[in-house]
Every structure is written in structure tokens, then in C-alpha cells.
């Protein structure tokens, strides 16, 4: 199910890119990619993570999302699917079974990993996406002309769009709290934790902090930090007491994975010729419904 | 809605009584740079390493009983926002006496005395603190990880009552009245059967009793990683089941289970181990010494076979001041001053007495150099 719904946006996306080639406001400055010495990252312990998802409540109330009363997030029944962050909830905690008989269930926090590499700057062919030198991806509504290809590219399929939109959607994920952060606060989940499950710190010193605690506890984790190498390296960082491909972590190599989307890309305005008048036509449309939407907004 | 993030963010102060004059732990002979990595720390900038295992492991130097220990704790920081929190301590002592003790919650404690949390876990914590959790988190941390493991809940008014709410004070009233609930005394197994899968000798019979007391084994030698759930936990009839049996058995067993699967397996139940098959009976005078008195201690492991000849341990024993009488013959007046070794030639006291070095005609047990007794 979920696979041809991706199909179909890759398609989309191939279509989307058309498009964007005719835009106004086509991305003539390359994608910003910072990669700071002392960018910031988050050192996930789902160890201790106990899924009372008051991360995803604080998550909510930081961005102005619309919540229901915290206490309807002790509500454990949601365990039941597997969930991903969509534009309503930009991070969301999903459950696992312990394999060792008896002892509490694994809960994962999970949200945009902030790549250093990131597939969704690259993919982006308008320069909405950017890698801001504290480590965060962040999105640019105003450039976004909703082609979706960051959401084709992302290899944890964190972008999402708002599905009822078809026309003016918003792409909505984590922002790693960009505007708290710039306010001197820390990210809002890492603040709401009851059980201290995220550090907020320099990346590379969360790395050193990762390898420590597992050297100190050999038991309680899988000698592995996933987000160290996964992709190029991510500013959000995991440890967990079994492999991260059963908590549904993806199987990811060390290389960056934007390379397989800037060959789409590229081959996409290389050898792909347009429809121009059909694309002229819907690029119209989307640039129209855009502009009157912000003009509403003014 | 901002409001309620902050009630969400507990910090907790607890005072713990202290044992009064003890020296602080800077005073004692200890390396400054096992836990701190600065060179002046102080309590405000401890600059502790992160998680100095050192501590963990030897750094308590004070142990109390769990009868001894505070009976509750008013744990009330955020007394703003919420109604105290009572916290059962010396219940929750005596539950962790069947784990690790103490230092299941005070761990890393500087030497000396038991330190509050706060004194290391900071209640204003921003989460930044790569070294440790702040309050919240060392509380928290603490709580949960037994209590949704039997409850399969994180309801925080379990300890959270809202200010002003009128149920809080029956809670905390129903709270107090418990400090003085004992956890009930574990009925511990003399015998435990199991039916296993192997395919020769499937039962293994196991004298729990002899282990814990006769051989000395504290619980958590094996019961290391117990958890409460073990046993409380709401949605299970049974305790889960060792995965691994054979674990438990190898720090003292290794050689048996790589080579001698007969001691444990068999086709039927086994019985209790008997000193008596080994050739030295325990009967009368050594049943009550303690294995290792004998056997020494290697490792873990008391087996080591020990010289059996008396004079091996009851040295410098002579006539003077060796009673025979317990030996159920008490000498008489002819004998009771000879050398102990005039009749136990070479020293030997585990064979019959030589009568024949003094006396032609006499023999041992057939004449006696005394009388009997009991
Ligand atoms: S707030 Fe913390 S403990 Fe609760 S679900 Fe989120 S990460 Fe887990
Ligand atoms: S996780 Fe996905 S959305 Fe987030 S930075 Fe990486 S590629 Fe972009
Ligand atoms: S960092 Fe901010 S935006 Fe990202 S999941 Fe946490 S609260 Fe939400």
C-alpha cells in the first residue's frame, strides 16, 4: 500500500520538477549545507523511553498544531500501528515488543534526523530546504512549490504533505525546534521528557557520549549508535538494547544517500523534455493559489 | 496548554537523614580524578566524568538495613504545582534488599555517607548536562522503570496529584499508612524440580536451601537481574522463566556443565548431597562449620579438597588445654597427663590409638584409657 502511494510520488515528484523548471522562483542558489564543527544533535536513549509521548503533546504546543488535552496522550492503544510523523504531528513514539520475556516494551521516538547530508536539500530543486549551521534541516514554506520531492527522497520518509491539499499543500516535519533553539531554549520534546530519554548537545560530543554509555553498560545496549555513519551521519542520534532494523530503523549504508536522487534530478533536466504547455498551465495554477494564499495571510 | 508543560516537569527535593559526623568524602584517602575531571570541583560545577564507575562499585562505604532505613519521604520541590509526593522508602528498601540492595537507587555515591539525589542530579536541569540526568530524570528514571513494568502504565497522578486536588490528601494519607507494611517475607524453596528438555537426563534437582544457606550464596548471586515484575506484574499469572539455566550455575559449575552433565542430569529426581559419601562424616562435630572454614575459598567455588587430618586445622591443641571428655571418653587419672601423641602415634588422630608402646597386653578399643561418656 504504502509503496505505491511512494511510487505514485515519484511519479508526481518527476512531473513536480517539470514544473519547477518553469516556476518563478526556480532555485538558482544551490541548496545551503552547513556542516558546522559544533552543529547541534540529540542523543536518543530509547532504552529508557517509556512512551507516555508527552514529546509528541510539547511537540504540538511548540508549533501551534492544534492537541488534544495531555491527558489523553497516556492513551496507549495507538501502539497498535505503526505510525509516522505527518503534518499533524511532527514526531510520534511508536512501540515494540521486548524480546526478553517479561521486561517492558521498546518505545521509539522518532521525527526528522536532521542528515548532514540531507536527500530532501538535495532533492529540492527550489532551495526550500536548508542545513543551518546548528544542525537543523529546516523548510522554507515560501520557496516550497510542493513538488514532493523531498519526500521521495528522504530515506527515513519523514517529509509528509498535507494530503487534503492538493493544490497549496504544506510540507510539514521537524524543524528541531529552529525558532526555540534561536531563542537559547532547547528543542521543546527534549525539554518535556519526564525521563531524560534526549540530550541536547554538540553532535560529536553525543557520539563520544553514545560510545561511553555503551561501553559503562554492555548489557543494556547493541554496540551500535545509529546516526553516526547511517547516511552521512545525522544530528539525531540512536541507542537501543536490540538492532535497530527490528525497532524499524532502515537498513542505511555511510554514503550520503542524496547521490540517487541528484542522478533523478539531473537526468530529469538532461534528457527529459517537458510537455511545456501542460506544465506551463499547472505551474500557473500552483503559483496562483500559492501567492493568493500568502496574500491571505498578510 | 503552556501551563500544563509545567506540571509535566517535576523536580523533587528529599531529605534523607544522615548519619551525623561523617567525614566528607574529599577527606578521604581517594583519587580526586576517578570521578571528577577538573581540578577544583565544586558543588556547582562537580564536573563529574560521566558515570564514574568507580563509585558504583566501591564508593559506598556506609550499608544500612532496610529496617534502619527512613520509613517515608515528603518529596514536595514542586509544591506549586502539585501536591507532595510520599514515597514509601523503607518499603521500596526492603523490596530492592532482593535486588541489588541500596545501591539500586544510590548508586554512585560518594564514599561516606548516602547522598540525596539532588546533591548530584540538578532540579533545574536543562538537559544539557552530558554527564548525568538532572532531577527529573534521576527520579523518574528510578520509578518507572519497575513501576510500568508490573502496571504496564505511566499515569503520572500515580504520584502526581494535581494541586488542590481534594482525592490527593486521602492518597498521601493512604501512602503514609503504609510506611509501616512490611513487603512479606520471601518463602524460599527448600527443592526445585525441573523438567528440562535435554535428551539424557531430563531432571535436574536443584536444593535451593543447601545453596542459600548451607554454602552461603547471597540471593543476588544469582538473582542478579531480577526485576519486580518477576513476580508483580499485573498482567501475568506466572514469573517468566529462566531463558538461560545454565548461567546461573557456571560461576561455580563451569567444569561440570562443560564435563560432568551427570552431577545435575539424570533420569529421576537426586538426592540432597551427602558430606558423608565424600568419606569424612560431618556427623557430631562438623556439621555446624562453615564450608569455607574447611575448604577454603577459590574464587566462588569452596571445593577444593582439604588435608582431612585433624591436627590440619585444630593446631596447638595439647594436654593441657584439650578437654578429651568431648570426645566422649573422658581419660583417667593414669592418662590424663600423658602426651597427646604417647597414644595417637605420629600424630595421627584419625586411627585407633597404639596401646602397645607402654602396655603388652592391652589394646585399643577393647580396653579403654578411661570411661565412656556422652
Ligand atoms: S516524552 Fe520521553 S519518555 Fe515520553 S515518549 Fe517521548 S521520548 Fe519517550
Ligand atoms: S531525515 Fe529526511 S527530511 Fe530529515 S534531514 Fe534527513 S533527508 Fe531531510
Ligand atoms: S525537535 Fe522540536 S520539532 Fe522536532 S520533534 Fe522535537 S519538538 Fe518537534
Redo the contacts between chains.
Keep these: 500500500m504504502k509503496q505505491s502511494r511512494r511510487d505514485f510520488l515519484k511519479t508526481a515528484g518527476i512531473l513536480g520538477a517539470g514544473l519547477a523548471g518553469l516556476a518563478p522562483k526556480k532555485a538558482l542558489a544551490a541548496p545551503k549545507n552547513v556542516l558546522s564543527d559544533d552543529r547541534m544533535g540529540v542523543l536518543v536513549d530509547t532504552t529508557l523511553c517509556i512512551g507516555c509521548r508527552r514529546c509528541e503533546y510539547a511537540c504540538k504546543v511548540a508549533h501551534d498544531l492544534p492537541s488534544d488535552p495531555i491527558e489523553s496522550y497516556n492513551d496507549r492503544s495507538v501502539f497498535a500501528q505503526k505510525r509516522r510523523p505527518d503534518p499533524s504531528a511532527l514526531t510520534v513514539v511508536n512501540e515494540f515488543e521486548n524480546p526478553v520475556a517479561g521486561r517492558a516494551s521498546i518505545n521509539v521516538k522518532t521525527q526528522c534526523r536532521h542528515c548532514d547530508y540531507p536527500a530532501c536539500v538535495s532533492a529540492c530543486i527550489v532551495g526550500a530546504f536548508s542545513k543551518q549551521e546548528n544542525g537543523a534541516v529546516i523548510w522554507d514554506e515560501g520557496k516550497c512549490i510542493g513538488c514532493r520531492y523531498c519526500m521521495v527522497a528522504c530515506p527515513f520518509q519523514v517529509p509528509t504533505f498535507e494530503y487534503e491539499k492538493a493544490l497549496q499543500p504544506e510540507i510539514r516535519k521537524c524543524d528541531f525546534c529552529f525558532k526555540r533553539t534561536g531563542e537559547g531554549k532547547i528543542p521543546a520534546c527534549v525539554e518535556i521528557c519526564p525521563m531524560e530519554v534526549m540530550k541536547y548537545g554538540k553532535r560529536h560530543e553525543l557520539v563520544e557520549l553514545a560510545h561511553q554509555r555503551i561501553k559503562d553498560n554492555p548489557g543494556r545496549y547493541i554496540d551500535r549508535v545509529y546516526g553516526e555513519y547511517e547516511v552521512g551521519g545525522t544530528s539525531w542520534l540512536y541507542l537501543a538494547s536490540k538492532e535497530f532494523e527490528k525497532l524499524d530503523f532502515p537498513e542505511l549504508g555511510p554514503d550520503p544517500a542524496p547521490g540517487a536522487s541528484e542522478s533523478l534530478q539531473h537526468a530529469i533536466f538532461a534528457y527529459f523534455v517537458p510537455p511545456i504547455s501542460l506544465f506551463a498551465l499547472l505551474g500557473g495554477i500552483m503559483w496562483i493559489s500559492k501567492r493568493g494564499k500568502e496574500s491571505e495571510e498578510e | 496548554?503552556?501551563k500544563?508543560?509545567f506540571?509535566?516537569?517535576?523536580g523533587l527535593g528529599a531529605v534523607y537523614a544522615q548519619p551525623a559526623g561523617e567525614k566528607h568524602h574529599a577527606q578521604m584517602p581517594l583519587d580526586c580524578k576517578s570521578c571528577h575531571v577538573c581540578e577544583r570541583p565544586t558543588y556547582e560545577k562537580p564536573c563529574l566524568k560521566?558515570?564514574p564507575?568507580f563509585t558504583r562499585r566501591r564508593g559506598i562505604t556506609v550499608y544500612h538495613r532496610a529496617e534502619d532505613a527512613p520509613a517515608v519521604m515528603k518529596i514536595d520541590v514542586l509544591s506549586n504545582l502539585y501536591e507532595p509526593t510520599i514515597f514509601t522508602h523503607k518499603l521500596h528498601a526492603e523490596m530492592a534488599d532482593m535486588a541489588g540492595g541500596c545501591v539500586s537507587c544510590h548508586h554512585f555515591n560518594p564514599p561516606g555517607r548516602i547522598a540525596p539525589c539532588r546533591e548530584c542530579h540538578d532540579p533545574n536541569a536543562?538537559?544539557?548536562d552530558?554527564s548525568k540526568?538532572?532531577l527529573?530524570?534521576a527520579y523518574?528514571?528510578q520509578c518507572?522503570s519497575c513501576h510500568?513494568?508490573w502496571s504496564?502504565?505511566?499515569?503520572?497522578s500515580v504520584c502526581h496529584a494535581v494541586k488542590g486536588d481534594p482525592s490527593a490528601a486521602t492518597a498521601a494519607a493512604v501512602k503514609s499508612a503504609k510506611q509501616e507494611i512490611k513487603h512479606p517475607k520471601i518463602t524460599e524453596p527448600a527443592k526445585l524440580v525441573y523438567q528440562t528438555g535435554a535428551d539424557e537426563g531430563a531432571i535436574v534437582t536443584f536444593y535451593h536451601d543447601d545453596h542459600a544457606q548451607r554454602y552461603g550464596l547471597a540471593c543476588v548471586s544469582c538473582h542478579q537481574n531480577e526485576?519486580c515484575?518477576?513476580c508483580h506484574?499485573t498482567m501475568?499469572e506466572t514469573?517468566?522463566?529462566e531463558?538461560e539455566p545454565h548461567d546461573n550455575c557456571m560461576a561455580c559449575h563451569a567444569e561440570e556443565i562443560d564435563n560432568r552433565c551427570e552431577l545435575c542430569h539424570g533420569a529421576r529426581e537426586k538426592p540432597r548431597f551427602d558430606h558423608e559419601l565424600t568419606g569424612f562424616s560431618l556427623a557430631r562435630f562438623h556439621s555446624s562449620v562453615d564450608c569455607k572454614e574447611c575448604h577454603g575459598q577459590q574464587g566462588r567455588r569452596r571445593v577444593a579438597k582439604p588435608d582431612a587430618s585433624c591436627i590440619a586445622c585444630h593446631k596447638g591443641w595439647n594436654a593441657t588445654n584439650f578437654d578429651h571428655r568431648i570426645t566422649g571418653l573422658a581419660l583417667d587419672e593414669n592418662h590424663i597427663e600423658n602426651d597427646c601423641s604417647d597414644c595417637h602415634a605420629n600424630q595421627n588422630f584419625n586411627a585407633p590409638p597404639t596401646c602397645t608402646d607402654c602396655h603388652d597386653d592391652l589394646s585399643y578399643p577393647k580396653d579403654l584409657p578411661g570411661r565412656k561418656v556422652d
Design positions: 496548554m503552556k500544563i508543560l506540571i509535566l516537569i517535576i560521566i558515570m564507575e536543562t538537559g544539557t552530558l540526568p538532572g527529573k530524570g523518574h528514571r518507572l510500568r513494568e504496564h502504565s505511566n499515569e503520572c526485576s515484575s518477576r506484574d501475568k514469573a517468566a522463566v531463558k
